[in-house]
Protein backbone atom coordinates (compact mmCIF):
# COMPACT_ATOMS: atom_id res chain seq x y z
CA UNK A 1 0.00 0.00 0.00
CA UNK A 2 1.32 3.58 -1.16
CA UNK A 3 2.28 5.57 1.97
CA UNK A 4 0.35 8.86 2.11
CA UNK A 5 1.56 11.87 3.04
CA UNK A 6 0.79 13.16 6.21
CA UNK A 7 -0.36 16.73 4.86
CA UNK A 8 -3.24 18.98 4.28
CA UNK A 9 -3.70 20.68 1.31
CA UNK A 10 -6.67 22.81 0.38
CA UNK A 11 -8.04 24.75 -2.37
CA UNK A 12 -9.98 27.27 -3.08
CA UNK A 13 -12.42 25.69 -0.20
CA UNK A 14 -15.95 27.18 0.10
CA UNK A 15 -19.13 26.60 2.85
CA UNK A 16 -22.13 28.52 2.21
CA UNK A 17 -24.92 28.28 4.94
CA UNK A 18 -28.23 28.08 3.15
CA UNK A 19 -29.84 32.14 4.22
CA UNK A 20 -26.43 32.49 5.54
CA UNK A 21 -23.06 34.25 4.28
CA UNK A 22 -19.96 32.28 3.34
CA UNK A 23 -18.71 31.31 6.36
CA UNK A 24 -15.55 29.90 4.58
CA UNK A 25 -14.26 31.93 1.35
CA UNK A 26 -12.78 29.97 -1.16
CA UNK A 27 -9.52 29.24 1.25
CA UNK A 28 -6.37 27.79 0.30
CA UNK A 29 -3.71 26.65 2.99
CA UNK A 30 -0.55 23.70 3.09
CA UNK A 31 0.15 22.39 6.02
CA UNK A 32 3.56 20.42 6.19
CA UNK A 33 3.89 16.99 7.70
CA UNK A 34 4.83 17.31 11.32
CA UNK A 35 3.85 20.94 11.26
CA UNK A 36 1.90 22.55 14.13
CA UNK A 37 -0.48 24.72 12.26
CA UNK A 38 -2.12 27.47 13.89
CA UNK A 39 -5.22 28.71 12.53
CA UNK A 40 -6.03 31.92 14.41
CA UNK A 41 -9.70 33.96 14.30
CA UNK A 42 -12.28 35.73 16.18
CA UNK A 43 -15.67 34.05 17.12
CA UNK A 44 -17.64 33.27 13.86
CA UNK A 45 -13.92 34.05 11.51
CA UNK A 46 -14.95 30.23 9.37
CA UNK A 47 -12.04 28.61 11.97
CA UNK A 48 -14.90 25.52 13.06
CA UNK A 49 -16.72 25.28 9.68
CA UNK A 50 -13.07 24.71 8.54
CA UNK A 51 -12.58 21.95 10.71
CA UNK A 52 -15.66 20.06 10.17
CA UNK A 53 -14.79 20.32 6.32
CA UNK A 54 -11.46 19.17 6.68
CA UNK A 55 -13.20 15.92 9.46
CA UNK A 56 -15.18 15.42 6.80
CA UNK A 57 -18.36 16.29 8.94
CA UNK A 58 -19.61 18.70 6.21
CA UNK A 59 -19.48 18.86 2.70
CA UNK A 60 -17.78 21.56 1.43
CA UNK A 61 -19.76 23.76 -1.06
CA UNK A 62 -17.23 24.15 -3.64
CA UNK A 63 -13.26 23.52 -3.57
CA UNK A 64 -11.28 20.94 -2.72
CA UNK A 65 -9.19 19.07 0.23
CA UNK A 66 -7.23 16.63 1.11
CA UNK A 67 -6.06 15.32 4.25
CA UNK A 68 -3.42 12.88 4.79
CA UNK A 69 -3.65 12.09 1.13
CA UNK A 70 -7.50 11.56 0.77
CA UNK A 71 -9.96 13.66 -0.36
CA UNK A 72 -12.24 14.41 2.27
CA UNK A 73 -15.15 14.62 -0.42
CA UNK A 74 -14.55 11.33 -1.99
CA UNK A 75 -12.55 9.03 0.35
CA UNK A 76 -14.18 10.32 3.82
CA UNK A 77 -13.46 6.98 5.67
CA UNK A 78 -10.00 7.30 4.74
CA UNK A 79 -9.93 10.59 5.92
CA UNK A 80 -11.25 9.77 9.20
CA UNK A 81 -9.18 6.56 9.99
CA UNK A 82 -5.96 8.69 9.46
CA UNK A 83 -7.12 11.30 11.95
CA UNK A 84 -7.41 12.55 15.00
CA UNK A 85 -9.77 14.96 16.26
CA UNK A 86 -11.00 17.22 19.29
CA UNK A 87 -13.81 19.62 18.28
CA UNK A 88 -14.97 22.84 20.28
CA UNK A 89 -16.77 21.08 22.51
CA UNK A 90 -15.55 18.04 24.84
CA UNK A 91 -18.33 15.87 23.91
CA UNK A 92 -18.45 13.30 26.73
CA UNK A 93 -21.21 11.02 28.03
CA UNK A 94 -21.49 12.36 31.65
CA UNK A 95 -22.42 8.84 32.66
CA UNK A 96 -19.61 7.15 31.55
CA UNK A 97 -16.19 7.10 33.55
CA UNK A 98 -12.95 8.07 31.67
CA UNK A 99 -11.95 4.70 30.70
CA UNK A 100 -15.54 3.64 29.44
CA UNK A 101 -15.04 6.10 26.76
CA UNK A 102 -11.72 5.12 25.81
CA UNK A 103 -12.64 1.61 25.13
CA UNK A 104 -15.76 2.42 23.23
CA UNK A 105 -13.70 4.64 21.08
CA UNK A 106 -11.20 2.20 20.79
CA UNK A 107 -13.60 -0.33 19.40
CA UNK A 108 -15.67 1.98 17.41
CA UNK A 109 -12.26 2.77 15.68
CA UNK A 110 -11.83 -1.19 15.24
CA UNK A 111 -8.34 -1.51 17.51
CA UNK A 112 -8.20 -5.25 18.55
CA UNK A 113 -9.89 -6.57 21.41
CA UNK A 114 -6.10 -7.70 23.34
CA UNK A 115 -5.01 -3.86 22.55
CA UNK A 116 -7.94 -1.83 24.20
CA UNK A 117 -6.96 -1.91 27.75
CA UNK A 118 -3.45 -1.45 27.36
CA UNK A 119 -3.87 1.70 24.77
CA UNK A 120 -6.48 2.71 26.87
CA UNK A 121 -4.32 2.60 29.99
CA UNK A 122 -1.45 3.76 28.09
CA UNK A 123 -3.14 7.30 26.90
CA UNK A 124 -4.59 7.18 30.33
CA UNK A 125 -1.07 7.72 31.94
CA UNK A 126 -0.04 10.24 28.83
CA UNK A 127 -2.59 12.34 30.04
CA UNK A 128 -2.42 12.13 33.59
CA UNK A 129 -5.93 10.93 34.40
CA UNK A 130 -5.09 7.72 35.51
CA UNK A 131 -6.72 8.11 39.06
CA UNK A 132 -9.94 9.44 38.04
CA UNK A 133 -10.07 6.94 34.97
CA UNK A 134 -12.78 4.95 36.89
CA UNK A 135 -15.12 8.30 38.20
CA UNK A 136 -18.23 9.32 35.90
CA UNK A 137 -16.95 12.60 33.38
CA UNK A 138 -19.63 14.38 35.35
CA UNK A 139 -17.39 15.04 38.12
CA UNK A 140 -14.23 15.98 35.88
CA UNK A 141 -12.89 19.87 35.79
CA UNK A 142 -13.04 21.39 32.28
CA UNK A 143 -9.22 20.65 32.10
CA UNK A 144 -9.84 16.80 32.52
CA UNK A 145 -12.37 16.91 29.76
CA UNK A 146 -10.20 18.94 27.75
CA UNK A 147 -7.24 16.04 28.12
CA UNK A 148 -9.48 12.94 27.92
CA UNK A 149 -10.79 14.30 24.71
CA UNK A 150 -6.59 14.75 23.74
CA UNK A 151 -6.55 11.06 24.77
CA UNK A 152 -9.85 9.82 22.78
CA UNK A 153 -8.78 11.61 19.46
CA UNK A 154 -5.08 9.52 20.17
CA UNK A 155 -6.75 6.00 20.68
CA UNK A 156 -5.94 4.87 16.89
CA UNK A 157 -2.70 6.66 16.35
CA UNK A 158 -3.91 9.31 13.87
CA UNK A 159 -0.99 10.79 11.53
CA UNK A 160 -2.97 14.17 11.73
CA UNK A 161 -4.58 15.75 14.49
CA UNK A 162 -7.19 18.78 14.45
CA UNK A 163 -7.87 20.53 17.40
CA UNK A 164 -10.43 22.85 17.45
CA UNK A 165 -9.82 25.36 20.44
CA UNK A 166 -8.66 22.96 23.29
CA UNK A 167 -7.68 25.09 25.32
CA UNK A 168 -10.88 27.95 25.86
CA UNK A 169 -11.73 27.83 29.38
CA UNK A 170 -8.90 26.40 30.85
CA UNK A 171 -6.56 27.00 33.77
CA UNK A 172 -3.42 28.20 33.02
CA UNK A 173 -1.85 25.36 33.97
CA UNK A 174 -4.47 22.88 31.95
CA UNK A 175 -3.17 25.10 29.29
CA UNK A 176 0.54 24.47 29.19
CA UNK A 177 0.38 20.80 30.08
CA UNK A 178 -1.85 20.32 26.86
CA UNK A 179 0.77 22.41 24.61
CA UNK A 180 3.47 20.11 26.06
CA UNK A 181 1.73 17.50 24.89
CA UNK A 182 0.60 18.61 21.47
CA UNK A 183 4.22 19.95 20.66
CA UNK A 184 5.79 16.39 21.87
CA UNK A 185 3.37 14.90 19.85
CA UNK A 186 4.09 16.98 16.68
CA UNK A 187 8.13 16.29 18.12
CA UNK A 188 8.25 12.77 18.71
CA UNK A 189 5.71 11.47 17.23
CA UNK A 190 5.45 13.09 13.65
CA UNK A 191 1.52 13.81 13.94
CA UNK A 192 0.53 17.05 11.80
CA UNK A 193 -1.66 18.92 14.16
CA UNK A 194 -3.95 21.74 12.61
CA UNK A 195 -4.88 23.68 15.55
CA UNK A 196 -7.64 26.56 15.97
CA UNK A 197 -6.93 29.15 18.37
CA UNK A 198 -8.12 32.74 19.52
CA UNK A 199 -5.42 32.60 21.70
CA UNK A 200 -2.60 34.81 20.50
CA UNK A 201 -0.11 33.38 22.88
CA UNK A 202 -1.24 29.63 22.13
CA UNK A 203 -0.64 30.16 18.88
CA UNK A 204 2.79 32.26 19.29
CA UNK A 205 3.95 29.39 21.69
CA UNK A 206 3.20 26.28 19.83
CA UNK A 207 2.43 26.79 15.91
CA UNK A 208 5.44 26.73 13.42
CA UNK A 209 3.02 28.58 11.04
CA UNK A 210 0.32 30.21 11.54
CA UNK A 211 -3.26 31.19 9.12
CA UNK A 212 -4.98 34.27 10.53
CA UNK A 213 -8.90 33.98 8.96
CA UNK A 214 -11.35 36.95 8.99
CA UNK A 215 -14.85 36.50 7.66
CA UNK A 216 -14.42 33.41 6.35
CA UNK A 217 -10.92 34.47 4.07
CA UNK A 218 -7.24 33.73 5.46
CA UNK A 219 -5.98 37.07 5.62
CA UNK A 220 -2.27 36.30 6.69
CA UNK A 221 -0.05 33.40 6.91
CA UNK A 222 3.33 32.72 7.57
CA UNK A 223 5.85 31.94 10.65
CA UNK A 224 4.41 34.15 13.69
CA UNK A 225 8.31 35.68 13.44
CA UNK A 226 8.03 36.70 9.51
CA UNK A 227 4.09 37.88 10.48
CA UNK A 228 5.15 40.09 13.47
CA UNK A 229 8.70 40.72 11.10
CA UNK A 230 6.36 42.01 8.21
CA UNK A 231 4.61 44.82 10.91
CA UNK A 232 8.20 45.25 11.39
CA UNK A 233 8.65 48.28 13.99
CA UNK A 234 7.99 48.18 17.75
CA UNK A 235 5.67 50.82 19.58
CA UNK A 236 6.24 52.91 21.74
CA UNK A 237 3.25 53.24 24.59
CA UNK A 238 3.22 56.05 27.13
CA UNK A 239 0.62 57.31 29.71
CA UNK A 240 1.25 60.78 31.23
CA UNK A 241 0.96 61.51 34.96
CA UNK A 242 -1.40 64.12 34.66
CA UNK A 243 -4.38 63.05 32.03
CA UNK A 244 -4.85 66.83 31.02
CA UNK A 245 -1.24 66.19 29.20
CA UNK A 246 -2.72 63.13 26.90
CA UNK A 247 -3.08 66.19 24.06
CA UNK A 248 0.33 67.68 24.16
CA UNK A 249 1.62 63.86 24.73
CA UNK A 250 0.03 62.50 21.54
CA UNK A 251 1.48 65.73 19.64
CA UNK A 252 4.99 64.80 20.70
CA UNK A 253 4.53 61.40 19.77
CA UNK A 254 2.98 62.00 16.78
CA UNK A 255 6.66 63.20 15.77
CA UNK A 256 8.12 59.61 15.68
CA UNK A 257 5.53 57.25 14.02
CA UNK A 258 2.30 56.24 13.16
CA UNK A 259 -0.73 56.36 16.17
CA UNK A 260 -1.94 53.65 17.56
CA UNK A 261 -5.63 54.63 17.39
CA UNK A 262 -7.13 51.22 18.68
CA UNK A 263 -4.76 51.28 21.84
CA UNK A 264 -7.37 53.47 24.76
CA UNK A 265 -5.52 53.15 28.02
CA UNK A 266 -2.06 54.86 26.36
CA UNK A 267 -0.94 57.05 23.77
CA UNK A 268 1.19 55.01 21.65
CA UNK A 269 2.80 54.89 17.87
CA UNK A 270 4.57 52.63 15.69
CA UNK A 271 8.16 54.14 15.80
CA UNK A 272 9.24 54.90 12.43
CA UNK A 273 13.16 54.02 13.38
CA UNK A 274 12.41 51.36 15.45
CA UNK A 275 14.40 50.92 19.10
CA UNK A 276 16.51 53.60 17.48
CA UNK A 277 14.51 56.38 17.62
CA UNK A 278 13.38 55.54 21.50
CA UNK A 279 16.21 57.84 22.88
CA UNK A 280 15.05 60.85 20.64
CA UNK A 281 11.08 60.14 22.00
CA UNK A 282 12.80 60.72 25.84
CA UNK A 283 14.17 63.81 24.84
CA UNK A 284 11.29 64.98 23.18
CA UNK A 285 9.11 64.20 25.88
CA UNK A 286 11.43 65.78 28.62
CA UNK A 287 11.78 68.97 26.66
CA UNK A 288 7.91 69.48 26.09
CA UNK A 289 8.04 69.09 29.80
CA UNK A 290 5.82 66.30 30.39
CA UNK A 291 5.87 63.67 33.24
CA UNK A 292 5.15 60.18 32.63
CA UNK A 293 3.79 57.82 34.91
CA UNK A 294 4.39 54.67 32.28
CA UNK A 295 6.89 54.02 29.56
CA UNK A 296 7.05 51.14 27.61
CA UNK A 297 8.21 49.85 24.12
CA UNK A 298 6.69 46.38 22.68
CA UNK A 299 7.37 44.27 20.15
CA UNK A 300 5.08 43.81 17.42
CA UNK A 301 2.40 40.99 18.78
CA UNK A 302 0.39 38.52 16.52
CA UNK A 303 -2.66 40.79 17.46
CA UNK A 304 -0.62 43.85 15.70
CA UNK A 305 -0.37 41.95 12.69
CA UNK A 306 -4.35 41.08 12.83
CA UNK A 307 -4.76 45.00 13.25
CA UNK A 308 -2.69 45.60 10.46
CA UNK A 309 -4.54 42.88 8.19
CA UNK A 310 -7.82 43.49 9.12
CA UNK A 311 -8.14 46.90 11.12
CA UNK A 312 -9.24 45.75 14.37
CA UNK A 313 -8.35 44.23 17.48
CA UNK A 314 -8.35 40.05 17.47
CA UNK A 315 -10.69 40.53 20.45
CA UNK A 316 -12.68 43.86 18.98
CA UNK A 317 -12.86 41.55 16.06
CA UNK A 318 -14.91 38.80 17.99
CA UNK A 319 -16.80 41.11 19.64
CA UNK A 320 -17.56 42.87 15.86
CA UNK A 321 -18.59 39.23 14.92
CA UNK A 322 -20.68 38.41 17.60
CA UNK A 323 -22.64 41.79 17.04
CA UNK A 324 -23.35 41.19 13.14
CA UNK A 325 -24.06 37.63 13.55
CA UNK A 326 -26.92 38.90 16.18
CA UNK A 327 -28.00 41.12 13.81
CA UNK B 1 -15.76 -10.82 16.32
CA UNK B 2 -16.39 -8.55 13.35
CA UNK B 3 -15.51 -4.47 13.48
CA UNK B 4 -19.13 -4.23 13.13
CA UNK B 5 -20.37 -6.61 15.61
CA UNK B 6 -18.05 -5.36 18.01
CA UNK B 7 -19.18 -1.82 17.20
CA UNK B 8 -22.67 -3.05 17.90
CA UNK B 9 -21.54 -4.51 21.32
CA UNK B 10 -19.73 -1.78 22.46
CA UNK B 11 -23.28 0.75 21.22
CA UNK B 12 -25.47 -1.73 23.11
CA UNK B 13 -23.48 -2.03 26.41
CA UNK B 14 -22.85 2.03 26.61
CA UNK B 15 -26.70 1.71 25.73
CA UNK B 16 -27.32 -0.19 28.75
CA UNK B 17 -24.73 0.95 31.30
CA UNK B 18 -26.34 4.65 30.92
CA UNK B 19 -29.84 3.15 31.86
CA UNK B 20 -27.91 1.17 34.49
CA UNK B 21 -26.02 4.05 35.99
CA UNK B 22 -29.27 6.68 36.08
CA UNK B 23 -31.88 4.78 38.55
CA UNK B 24 -34.26 7.87 37.46
CA UNK B 25 -34.84 6.51 34.03
CA UNK B 26 -34.23 2.50 34.69
CA UNK B 27 -36.73 2.07 37.88
CA UNK B 28 -40.16 4.42 36.58
CA UNK B 29 -40.06 2.30 33.67
CA UNK B 30 -40.16 -1.01 35.64
CA UNK B 31 -42.82 0.04 38.66
CA UNK B 32 -45.38 2.53 36.79
CA UNK B 33 -46.59 0.05 34.30
CA UNK B 34 -47.19 -2.29 37.72
CA UNK B 35 -49.27 0.14 40.07
CA UNK B 36 -51.02 0.91 37.15
CA UNK B 37 -52.20 -2.48 36.77
CA UNK B 38 -52.42 -3.08 40.37
CA UNK B 39 -54.41 0.36 41.01
CA UNK B 40 -56.79 -1.35 37.22
CA UNK B 41 -57.11 -4.48 38.51
CA UNK B 42 -58.29 -3.36 41.80
CA UNK B 43 -60.84 -1.21 40.20
CA UNK B 44 -61.76 -3.16 37.78
CA UNK B 45 -61.65 -6.81 39.26
CA UNK B 46 -65.67 -6.93 39.02
CA UNK B 47 -65.97 -7.03 35.69
CA UNK B 48 -64.62 -10.42 35.21
CA UNK B 49 -67.86 -11.21 36.27
CA UNK B 50 -69.18 -10.07 32.78
CA UNK B 51 -70.49 -13.15 30.25
CA UNK B 52 -67.43 -13.74 28.22
CA UNK B 53 -64.77 -11.94 30.06
CA UNK B 54 -61.98 -14.81 29.00
CA UNK B 55 -60.67 -14.74 32.73
CA UNK B 56 -61.31 -15.13 36.41
CA UNK B 57 -58.64 -12.71 37.16
CA UNK B 58 -58.17 -9.49 35.97
CA UNK B 59 -54.57 -9.32 37.32
CA UNK B 60 -54.07 -12.34 34.60
CA UNK B 61 -56.17 -10.36 31.77
CA UNK B 62 -53.96 -6.81 33.15
CA UNK B 63 -51.29 -8.14 33.13
CA UNK B 64 -50.23 -7.88 29.33
CA UNK B 65 -50.32 -4.10 29.89
CA UNK B 66 -47.14 -3.84 31.50
CA UNK B 67 -45.15 -5.53 29.04
CA UNK B 68 -46.14 -2.68 26.01
CA UNK B 69 -46.69 0.11 28.69
CA UNK B 70 -43.12 -0.62 29.54
CA UNK B 71 -41.90 -0.44 26.16
CA UNK B 72 -42.63 2.28 25.06
CA UNK B 73 -41.39 4.21 28.48
CA UNK B 74 -37.83 2.97 27.03
CA UNK B 75 -38.45 3.81 23.78
CA UNK B 76 -38.80 7.31 25.36
CA UNK B 77 -35.88 7.04 26.99
CA UNK B 78 -33.83 5.76 24.17
CA UNK B 79 -34.98 8.49 21.85
CA UNK B 80 -34.33 11.16 24.34
CA UNK B 81 -30.70 9.91 25.54
CA UNK B 82 -29.96 9.33 21.14
CA UNK B 83 -31.40 13.03 20.67
CA UNK B 84 -29.35 14.24 23.36
CA UNK B 85 -26.16 12.57 21.97
CA UNK B 86 -26.82 14.90 18.92
CA UNK B 87 -27.54 17.84 21.17
CA UNK B 88 -24.30 17.28 22.99
CA UNK B 89 -21.79 17.01 20.00
CA UNK B 90 -21.25 13.40 21.24
CA UNK B 91 -22.94 11.47 17.86
CA UNK B 92 -20.58 13.94 16.02
CA UNK B 93 -17.79 11.92 17.81
CA UNK B 94 -18.78 8.87 16.91
CA UNK B 95 -19.24 9.97 13.53
CA UNK B 96 -15.32 10.70 13.44
CA UNK B 97 -14.50 7.34 14.26
CA UNK B 98 -15.15 3.99 11.74
CA UNK B 99 -18.09 3.56 13.45
CA UNK B 100 -21.33 2.03 10.41
CA UNK B 101 -24.20 4.06 10.45
CA UNK B 102 -25.84 0.79 10.58
CA UNK B 103 -23.84 -0.11 14.03
CA UNK B 104 -25.08 2.98 15.41
CA UNK B 105 -28.71 1.96 15.24
CA UNK B 106 -28.22 -1.60 15.49
CA UNK B 107 -26.01 -0.51 18.38
CA UNK B 108 -29.36 1.47 20.04
CA UNK B 109 -32.05 -1.15 19.57
CA UNK B 110 -29.34 -3.53 21.35
CA UNK B 111 -29.69 -1.59 24.59
CA UNK B 112 -33.40 -1.51 24.26
CA UNK B 113 -33.82 -5.39 23.67
CA UNK B 114 -31.64 -5.99 26.44
CA UNK B 115 -33.43 -3.56 28.67
CA UNK B 116 -36.96 -4.77 26.97
CA UNK B 117 -36.10 -8.00 28.02
CA UNK B 118 -35.27 -7.90 31.59
CA UNK B 119 -37.71 -5.50 31.92
CA UNK B 120 -40.12 -8.57 30.71
CA UNK B 121 -38.60 -10.83 32.91
CA UNK B 122 -39.21 -8.53 35.76
CA UNK B 123 -43.47 -8.31 34.93
CA UNK B 124 -43.28 -12.28 34.69
CA UNK B 125 -42.06 -12.40 37.63
CA UNK B 126 -44.56 -10.11 39.50
CA UNK B 127 -47.28 -12.29 37.91
CA UNK B 128 -45.78 -15.37 39.16
CA UNK B 129 -45.80 -13.36 42.67
CA UNK B 130 -49.46 -12.12 42.68
CA UNK B 131 -50.37 -15.36 41.60
CA UNK B 132 -50.57 -15.87 37.94
CA UNK B 133 -50.73 -19.37 35.91
CA UNK B 134 -48.98 -18.41 32.59
CA UNK B 135 -51.97 -21.00 30.41
CA UNK B 136 -49.06 -21.09 28.12
CA UNK B 137 -46.41 -22.46 30.08
CA UNK B 138 -42.73 -22.26 30.33
CA UNK B 139 -42.47 -22.19 26.42
CA UNK B 140 -44.82 -19.53 26.46
CA UNK B 141 -43.02 -17.37 28.91
CA UNK B 142 -39.82 -17.76 26.71
CA UNK B 143 -42.37 -16.86 23.48
CA UNK B 144 -43.22 -13.72 25.19
CA UNK B 145 -39.80 -12.78 26.08
CA UNK B 146 -38.76 -12.81 22.49
CA UNK B 147 -42.28 -10.87 21.97
CA UNK B 148 -41.13 -8.19 24.28
CA UNK B 149 -37.61 -8.26 22.02
CA UNK B 150 -39.47 -8.05 18.96
CA UNK B 151 -41.86 -5.29 20.43
CA UNK B 152 -38.45 -3.57 21.89
CA UNK B 153 -37.06 -3.41 18.58
CA UNK B 154 -39.91 -1.89 16.83
CA UNK B 155 -40.53 1.11 19.32
CA UNK B 156 -37.10 1.60 20.08
CA UNK B 157 -36.71 2.02 15.88
CA UNK B 158 -39.54 4.73 16.58
CA UNK B 159 -37.64 6.31 18.45
CA UNK B 160 -34.52 6.59 16.84
CA UNK B 161 -36.13 7.63 14.20
CA UNK B 162 -37.69 10.27 16.36
CA UNK B 163 -34.52 11.42 17.80
CA UNK B 164 -32.82 11.76 14.71
CA UNK B 165 -35.57 13.86 12.89
CA UNK B 166 -35.89 15.74 15.54
CA UNK B 167 -32.47 15.89 17.68
CA UNK B 168 -34.65 16.97 20.39
CA UNK B 169 -35.20 15.34 23.33
CA UNK B 170 -37.60 17.57 24.41
CA UNK B 171 -39.23 16.88 21.34
CA UNK B 172 -39.18 13.32 21.96
CA UNK B 173 -40.74 14.11 25.97
CA UNK B 174 -43.65 15.76 23.74
CA UNK B 175 -44.73 12.83 21.92
CA UNK B 176 -44.86 11.08 24.86
CA UNK B 177 -48.71 11.83 25.97
CA UNK B 178 -49.55 10.53 22.20
CA UNK B 179 -47.96 7.17 22.69
CA UNK B 180 -50.21 6.36 26.11
CA UNK B 181 -53.79 7.71 23.97
CA UNK B 182 -52.84 4.65 22.02
CA UNK B 183 -52.89 2.33 24.86
CA UNK B 184 -55.99 4.27 26.41
CA UNK B 185 -57.77 3.44 23.61
CA UNK B 186 -56.54 -0.17 22.95
CA UNK B 187 -57.92 -3.58 24.65
CA UNK B 188 -55.87 -3.09 27.62
CA UNK B 189 -58.85 -2.74 30.30
CA UNK B 190 -61.47 -5.21 28.41
CA UNK B 191 -61.90 -7.53 25.33
CA UNK B 192 -63.08 -5.97 22.17
CA UNK B 193 -65.64 -8.32 21.66
CA UNK B 194 -67.16 -6.84 25.14
CA UNK B 195 -67.05 -3.27 24.11
CA UNK B 196 -70.48 -1.97 23.95
CA UNK B 197 -69.42 1.73 23.27
CA UNK B 198 -69.67 1.63 19.35
CA UNK B 199 -66.99 4.18 18.39
CA UNK B 200 -64.43 2.72 21.10
CA UNK B 201 -64.60 -0.67 20.05
CA UNK B 202 -63.76 0.99 16.27
CA UNK B 203 -61.09 2.58 17.64
CA UNK B 204 -59.44 -0.01 19.24
CA UNK B 205 -59.44 -2.67 16.55
CA UNK B 206 -57.57 0.03 14.30
CA UNK B 207 -55.09 0.23 16.99
CA UNK B 208 -52.15 -1.75 16.32
CA UNK B 209 -51.25 -1.41 19.87
CA UNK B 210 -54.26 -3.93 21.21
CA UNK B 211 -53.22 -6.95 18.94
CA UNK B 212 -49.63 -6.08 20.49
CA UNK B 213 -51.40 -6.71 24.14
CA UNK B 214 -53.90 -9.37 23.13
CA UNK B 215 -50.66 -11.58 21.65
CA UNK B 216 -49.35 -11.53 25.46
CA UNK B 217 -52.35 -11.60 27.00
CA UNK B 218 -53.24 -14.61 25.22
CA UNK B 219 -50.37 -16.40 26.06
CA UNK B 220 -50.60 -15.39 29.75
CA UNK B 221 -54.44 -16.70 29.90
CA UNK B 222 -55.17 -18.72 27.14
CA UNK B 223 -52.20 -20.73 26.29
CA UNK B 224 -51.55 -21.25 22.50
CA UNK B 225 -53.42 -18.61 20.14
CA UNK B 226 -52.52 -19.11 16.78
CA UNK B 227 -54.27 -15.91 15.21
CA UNK B 228 -53.33 -13.85 18.18
CA UNK B 229 -49.63 -14.50 18.11
CA UNK B 230 -49.87 -13.90 14.48
CA UNK B 231 -51.41 -10.59 14.89
CA UNK B 232 -49.35 -9.41 17.59
CA UNK B 233 -45.97 -10.78 15.64
CA UNK B 234 -46.73 -9.81 12.11
CA UNK B 235 -47.71 -6.26 13.39
CA UNK B 236 -44.77 -6.13 15.76
CA UNK B 237 -42.63 -7.40 12.57
CA UNK B 238 -44.25 -4.21 10.25
CA UNK B 239 -44.09 -1.81 12.86
CA UNK B 240 -39.96 -2.67 13.28
CA UNK B 241 -39.64 -2.78 9.36
CA UNK B 242 -40.99 0.45 8.47
CA UNK B 243 -39.54 2.31 11.58
CA UNK B 244 -35.99 0.63 10.73
CA UNK B 245 -36.70 2.26 7.27
CA UNK B 246 -37.57 5.57 8.52
CA UNK B 247 -34.55 5.40 10.92
CA UNK B 248 -32.10 4.02 8.50
CA UNK B 249 -33.34 7.24 6.56
CA UNK B 250 -33.12 9.53 9.35
CA UNK B 251 -29.58 8.59 9.51
CA UNK B 252 -28.44 9.34 6.39
CA UNK B 253 -29.78 12.95 6.74
CA UNK B 254 -28.34 13.25 10.40
CA UNK B 255 -24.87 12.46 9.31
CA UNK B 256 -23.48 14.65 6.53
CA UNK B 257 -20.35 13.34 7.26
CA UNK B 258 -18.70 12.56 3.58
Known sequence: MVERPNTIEVEGLVREFKKGPRAVDAIDLHVDAGEIYGFLGPNGAGKSTTVLMLTTLLPPTAGTARVGGYDVVAEGPRVRASIGAALQEAALDPLLTGRDHLRLQATLQGIPRAERKRRADDLLERVGLNEAADRKIRGYSGGMKRRLDLALALVHRPRLLFLDEPTTGLDPQSRTALWDEVARLAREEGVTVFLTTQYLEEADVLANRVGIIDHGKIVAEGTPEALKAEIGRPSVHALPSDDADRGRLAEVLAQFGDPLTEVTKDVAVRLREGVAGLPAVVRAVDAAGLSLATLEIQAPTLDDVFLAKTGRTLEGAGENGASAAAA | ?258
Open chain 2, 1 to 258: MTTVAAQVGALAARSVTRTARQPAHAIPPLLFPVMLMLVNAAGLDPSTRLPGFPTDSFLAFALAVPFIQGALFSTMNAGTDLARDIQTGFLNRLSLTSMRGSALIAGQLGGIVVLGVIQAIFYVLVGFAAGVDYASGPLGIAVLLVFAAFVSVGFGALGVFLALRTGSGEAIQGLFPLLFVFLFLSSMNAPRSLMEIEWFRFVATVNPVSYLIEAVRSLIITGWDAQALALGFGLTLAIAVVALALASWALVERLTRT
